[in-house]
């Protein structure tokens, strides 16, 4: 069974940078399409950064200063963060669409995890 783990979360000061990171046990053979959402209190969850084979895409508020990534070797799912702000705080989570030899491509949610910036 596939499972995503996220780590790298935490409190930073506004201007700073964190990495997040999002490792996929199990029989993967592929991330295909990969994923970092974010919910903040009160807010519906909304998609951050997107990965595919071909492209990258960022929602506005992010754009210039996050980038995401992904190594199929690894297994693992980035997103580098930079110049945060407070508007950035949120429970980031990791989403993957994976192939196995077993299920074939099916869609994953890692746990979440909690980006706080403040002063």
């Known amino acids: 069974q596939v499972q995503l783990v996220e780590s790298g979360g935490g409190l930073v000061q506004p201007g700073g940078s964190l990495r997040l990171s999002c490792v996929a046990s199990g029989s993967v053979v592929k991330i295909n399409i990969a994923a970092w959402f974010r919910q903040a209190p009160g807010n519906q969850r909304e998609l951050v950064a997107r990965i595919t084979d071909i492209s990258t895409n960022y929602t506005d508020s992010v754009k210039g200063r996050f980038t995401i990534s992904r190594d199929n070797a690894k297994k693992t799912i980035s997103l580098q963060m930079n110049n945060l702000k407070p508007e950035d705080t949120a429970v980031y989570y990791c989403?993957?669409?994976?192939?196995?030899?077993?299920?074939?491509?099916?869609?994953?949610w890692g746990q979440g995890i909690q980006v706080t910036v403040s002063a």
């Open positions: 989403h993957a669409n994976i192939y196995t030899y077993s299920t074939g491509s099916l869609n994953y």
